[in-house]
Each structure stands twice: as structure tokens, then as C-alpha cells.
């Protein structure tokens, strides 16, 4: 075992000789392999077109020892991406493959319209969402994302939602595709949502405009 130890670091003082005996100039003068192409797959032509444009300062960088550090952080700010591969492609190419991230709603308020991600990121940009929830109310991101947690851990298909309704007391109020209101409590909403669905099954009440579950000990129900 010591034998091949001293063997290893043998090699390594000879390959560092070897490096150390090049000359300056044959240093410079080597031809690294260089940054020509950058090809970014995973985003629409208008949105890969500006995240070229913020990458567009490596054409010509030297590819082997290449910064990820600044694209890690010029992908990190655009807002659209959920995750992100990196790749190089020798002798000359840039390879980053994006998984974009799903539009879970859309926000609408006086002061603004903006879209959330499932990155957890708000999107400025209108990308054309379809079979969205809007949202309404003034909330923190970190509210609707506890709510969509809660849901998706319910029977309630989050994408059955046409609307939801922030309330300033802190409770949400939600709106089927069939257009049911779903009025929830500030606290126990999974256990809410499924007594919604349960109480959907039953053949009297297929036809309810509104269920109020605000109140853990009764259900009030509006029909159509």
C-alpha cells in the first residue's frame, strides 16, 4: 500500500514539473478551446433571445475554465426558470437546458397584474396563461403558496379552481369552475375542502351555488 502512495505522489511531482518547465509564452500562446455558440433549450423564442442577450458577454470565453458562477446567477434572477442544466460541448459550444415553470395563477388587483410560478417567483411579463386561477385580494406570495399546499394535499384538484379570494382576516374564498363559492375558515381548511367533496357525492345538494364552512360546527349550503 505505501508502495503505490509513493507512486501517486511521484506522478504528481512529476506532472508538476513538467507543467512548471512550460514558458510563459507557451502558456499564452496556447489555443484554448473558446466559446462560439450558446444554444439554450427549454424557453419560447422571445424569452431565449434575452436570456441570450444577458449571456452573450461569455462568446469568446474561454470554455475549459469556464465561470458557472455568473451564469448560475444571471439564470437564478430570470424568473421564468424552474431549474437549469449546464453543459459543455468541446470544442466550442455552451449547452443549458431549462425546465420553465408552470403558471399556477394569475394576479389581479388595482395596483398591479402579475403572474405566479411554481418556482415561488412572481412573472411581470404577460406570458398568456390559460386555465389559470386569477387571484384577488391583497396577500403575501408565502399565503397562496400555504393554501396551494393545502390543496393539493386535499381531494380538491387545485385546477378546478376559476377564482380565489383573499380576505384582509387572513381566510380565502374559492370559486370552482362550475362556479360553486367555497367560502373557507382561517384555520382547518384541508379539513374543509374535504368535507366540500363529500358533501358534492350526495345527489340533494349536486345543484349548491355556495358552502359557507366558515365555522367548524355547521355547514350552511345556498343552492342554485
Do not use: C, H
Not at 393554501?147 to 379552481?161: P, V
Amino acid at each position: 500500500m505505501p508502495q503505490k502512495i509513493n507512486k501517486k505522489i511521484f506522478l504528481y511531482i512529476f506532472l508538476f514539473l513538467l507543467i512548471g518547465s512550460i514558458n510563459n509564452k507557451n502558456f499564452n500562446d496556447f489555443d484554448y478551446p473558446k466559446i462560439k455558440q450558446i444554444y439554450i433549450s427549454g424557453l419560447s423564442d422571445n424569452e431565449n433571445l434575452e436570456l441570450r442577450k444577458n449571456l452573450d458577454f461569455l462568446k469568446f470565453d474561454n470554455l475549459l475554465f469556464l465561470n458557472k458562477i455568473e451564469i448560475i446567477e444571471i439564470l437564478g434572477a430570470n424568473n421564468l426558470i424552474e431549474k437549469y442544466s449546464i453543459f459543455k460541448i468541446y470544442p466550442s459550444t455552451l449547452k443549458i437546458n431549462i425546465t420553465k415553470t408552470k403558471i399556477l395563477a394569475q394576479v389581479k388587483n388595482i395596483d398591479d397584474t402579475f403572474y405566479l410560478g411554481s418556482n415561488g417567483k412572481v412573472i411581470k411579463v404577460d406570458i398568456g396563461g390559460k386555465n389559470i386561477p386569477f387571484i384577488f385580494g391583497k396577500f403575501e406570495i408565502k399565503e397562496f403558496f400555504e393554501l396551494k399546499k393545502i390543496i393539493d394535499e386535499s381531494k380538491l384538484n387545485y385546477f378546478e379552481l376559476k377564482n380565489l379570494f383573499f380576505f384582509n382576516s387572513g381566510r380565502w374564498d374559492v370559486e370552482t369552475n362550475s362556479g360553486i363559492i367555497i367560502k373557507l375558515p382561517k384555520q382547518g381548511v384541508k379539513k374543509a375542502l374535504e368535507l366540500y367533496k363529500s358533501v358534492l357525492r350526495k345527489e340533494e345538494f349536486k345543484n349548491i351555488k355556495e358552502i359557507d364552512l366558515r365555522q367548524s360546527n355547521q355547514i350552511i349550503i345556498n343552492g342554485k
